[in-house]
Structures are given as C-alpha cells and as structure tokens.
C-alpha cells in the first residue's frame, strides 16, 4: 500500500523483553506514539500473550517466540538456556512476522527494540529499516555498562570509591550487584552488557528517564552516546492527562487484588500506610521476609504488602491472621494506584527503576532495600542524589534486621528527615510532570522522534 493512501504516519513495532518490568515502560511509549498518531504493533512472545491480562488500549498485538511457547521461562531449565534459545528463536520469528506484515499491506517502518534483545536492530538493518534501542534504566546504570563494556571500567572493582563522568564517588555496593558480587547472575549480566554489542548502529536510543533528574549524567554521556530521555513512561492519568482515561499500565502478567487494596486504604487515614513491594522478580529469602514481617508488626503505621503467590509459602505462619487489625497482605496490585492514594505515607521498595520513577513522579517517600541488578545503585540516588528516601543497612550476613526497618519506617513517617524527604520527592513530582507535558523535555525529545519517523 502507498504510503499516501496509509490513514496513519508512520508503523513501529514496539518489541519488550517479556517481564512486567519491561512491558510496562515500553507499552506505556506505545500509548504515547499512538495517540500521536503513529501506528503501533506490540510484539511479545506466544506464551506471554497466552497469559496476559490486556486492558482496552486498542494497540495491536503480535507475537514472536522465545522457543518456549508452552512455558516461557518456567519451561526453560534455566534462565541461561532460556536466552539461548531466545536469542537463537526470537530473530528467525521477528524476520517472518516483518515479512507478514509487509505482506499483507501494513509494511512496519520502525523497530522500538528493548536494548536488552540487541538482535532486534540487526533484523531491523536486514529489512532497511529505522531501530530505535529503548533503555529500560537509568542513565547512571547505562553510562556504568557502558563503561564496563568498552573496557573502560575494570573489574572486579578494587578502589573503595569508583568516579565516572556526570557520577558521584560510587563505593562498590553503589554499583550493580552484578559487579560488585562478580559471577552472581551470569546470564543477567551477560544481557546488560549486550545491550551495548551494536548500539552504535541504532538510529535513535531512547531513555525511560527525564533529563532533569539525571542531567549532569545524560550531559556527560552525549559526548559518545546520543541518548534522548523520554520518561517517565508512567500512564499520563498520575501526570499531565494527555491521554484519556489513561491510570493504568495495560498490560498485566500477574492477576491483582486491586479493589481490596482500594477499600483497604479508603479506610485508612491520610499518610499513614506503609506500601511494601519488591516488584516482579525480586526472591527474598525466609529470612528477610521474616525479619521484614515483625519489622512490619512492631512500627506504629499500618502495611499494605505485596507478597508474590510465588514467595507467599516464605511468609511466617500466622502472619497475615495476626495483623489482620493494622495489615493487608495481598498478592499483586495497581502499583501506581496505590501510591496515588492519599492514604500512602512511604514506599518500602526494591527500587527497581520503574518503582523508583513512579514513587519520585507520584512525590512518595521512600525506604530502599535492594535485592539485586541495578537496584542497588537506584538506591545510592534515593538516597544521596534525589534524597527522595533512606536505605535500610543489611547487617554482615546482608539481611535488613526488623529493628532497622522500623527505625527507617520511622525516619520517614515521623521525624523532621522525613519532612525533607517530602519535600524533595514533591518537588522531583513537578519535575517529571514539566518533562512530559508539551514543551518539556521529554515531550520534545518524543515529538523530534515522531518527526523524523513521519519522514521517512
Ligand atoms: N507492580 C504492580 N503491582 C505490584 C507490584 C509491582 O503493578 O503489586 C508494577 C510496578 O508498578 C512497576 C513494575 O510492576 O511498574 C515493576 O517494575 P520495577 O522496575 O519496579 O521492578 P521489576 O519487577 O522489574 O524488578
């Protein structure tokens, strides 16, 4: 079909690695390219597609395979084997569904790739096609892979304080837990330093962040690596309701218990609930679920705790029937919903970067307690940087003993700290608000992308 005669711009497909993580942020940029006109197809694996729950966004789904179209990676023997056969599968099945698509009059001018699946812009480049890498971190964490990957940061890391331009001094537990616990998560680490195996021959690379928040970094990294911030990509209901009716993500991997967290809290009173939630991946141990959980019982606030079905037999006995008059335990949520609400006073996260940008868009005050990847070093900014929260210290066996989430709990929800924390967190919220509405940062970085498609 002539391009002329197409009722839409330009055609991206936009392609997430299939975990909530990152089908949020990048399902989130298909909203937004959407309803600038730009036709979008969304394209996750068989099985993801088998077991998602969609709202009614009216984007297009497509699927590709992960080799394992019965299981994903619960099929897979190990998260090792799973990329294998991923990376093996994923391109042969993209490169058929392009040909598809062209085939049947809806040809695709643009690949939005999660830059954890670098193989996506080399199919892209087979098809003469625009990619565009989209980051789903932060640009401290990008410009420290970077820097690893280019050989430019040795490892393991041997000074007690390491500098990068655009950063702060980082002692070795600011870094990824990949570098400073060397060899934990092979596999993991492998893809994020992939993300850097062909990204010079992207032709846009897309950060789920807003410049304002990593400035100085974004500022430093430009010199060798062209990146446009376009975040935070969270639904435009919680920020300048571009969109219409547009309060949540979309897509959901995990079945939520939303309307018995809305009761729960409409019940409470304003700021005094204390959100818990280590997001979509994150295994704690039974022991620092436990300490977590008397932690929880002694502080004078109320909880709302999410606990995975899959961590719920970790969860002390008796525990959700003894708290039953200041707690709520549940298995998954609408996050955002939640940290909307009046009635929330702190956010105990694992500062997964979504959580972070939601929590500093929303101005929710926060206690980090990072488990793994890039958390920690979302944690070291929290705290440090945007001082939007405190860290709850492991002891020396690295477990955050119930004492000291209480203390932090209490740090936040009553002393003059937490006031401060307050006030810089609701001052990061107008931030990333000005970023995305039109004439920000953000919203121009998006607008000069959508121009460029329109011309091709
Ligand atoms: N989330 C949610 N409900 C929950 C817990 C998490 O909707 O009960 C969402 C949250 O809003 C975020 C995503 O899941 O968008 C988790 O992403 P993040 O980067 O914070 O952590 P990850 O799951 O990748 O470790």
């Given at each position: 079909m002539e391009k002329e005669h197409r009722a839409y711009k330009s055609h991206c497909l936009v392609l997430p690695y299939p975990s909530q993580g990152h089908i949020n942020p990048l399902f989130q940029f298909s909203k937004l390219l959407d309803h600038k006109q730009i036709k979008v197809t969304l394209v996750t694996t068989r099985f993801t597609s088998k077991t998602m729950h969609r709202g009614s966004s009216g984007i297009e789904l497509e699927t590709i395979s992960d080799?394992?179209?019965?299981?994903g990676t619960d099929q897979a023997e190990s998260i090792q084997a799973y990329i294998e056969r991923f990376w093996q599968v994923g391109p042969e099945t993209l490169a058929e569904l392009l040909e598809k698509l062209s085939s049947s009059?809806?040809?695709?001018?643009?690949i939005v790739y999660d830059s954890v699946m670098p193989w996506a812009l080399d199919v892209a480049k087979k098809f003469g096609i625009v990619g565009a890498a989209f980051f789903t971190q932060s640009c401290v964490v990008d410009n420290i892979y970077y820097h690893v990957n280019k050989g430019l940061l040795k490892l393991p890391l041997s000074e007690s304080e390491t500098s990068l331009p655009g950063m702060p001094p980082l002692g070795?537990?600011?870094?990824?837990s990949f570098m400073y616990d060397l060899g934990s998560y092979p596999a993991y680490f492998d893809i994020v330093l992939g993300q850097f195996s062909n990204v010079e021959k992207a032709d846009w690379i897309l950060c789920n962040t807003f410049y304002e928040l990593e400035e100085q970094v974004v500022d430093r990294m430009s010199d060798f690596w062209p990146a446009r911030t376009i975040g935070p990509t969270i639904p435009s209901g919680y920020l300048n309701k571009q969109l219409e009716d547009d309060k949540e993500y979309g897509v959901n991997l995990f079945k939520s218990n939303n309307d018995a967290c809305m009761k729960w809290l409409n019940e409470q009173q304003k700021g005094s609930v204390v959100y818990v939630s280590f997001g979509s991946t994150a295994k704690l141990n039974a022991e620092q679920m436990e300490e977590l959980a008397w932690g929880l019982r002694r502080t004078k606030s109320t909880f709302l705790w999410v606990v995975r079905e899959s961590e719920?037999?970790?969860?002390?006995?008796?525990f959700v029937e003894e708290t039953l008059e200041k707690g709520l335990v549940v298995s998954w949520c609408s996050q955002l919903e939640v940290l909307a609400?009046?009635?929330?006073?702190?956010f105990i996260t694992h500062c997964g970067w979504n959580s972070t940008l939601e929590a500093l868009s929303l101005g929710v005050p926060l206690v980090a307690m990072p488990q793994m990847s890039d958390q920690s070093t979302n944690a070291k900014y929290i705290k440090d940087v945007w001082k939007t929260g405190v860290k709850a210290q492991p002891d020396g066996k690295g477990i955050v003993r119930q004492e000291e989430v209480e203390h932090c709990i209490s740090k936040i929800m009553e002393g003059e700290g937490g006031k401060e924390i307050k006030r810089s967190a609701m001052k990061w919220r107008e931030l990333a608000k000005k970023a995305v509405d039109e004439g920000g940062s953000s919203d121009k970085n998006i607008d000069e992308f959508i121009a460029k498609l329109v011309q091709l």
């Open positions: 080799g394992y179209d019965e299981g009059g809806c040809p695709v001018d643009c070795p537990v600011d870094f990824p719920a037999d970790k969860l002390i006995k008796g609400h009046e009635a929330v006073g702190c």
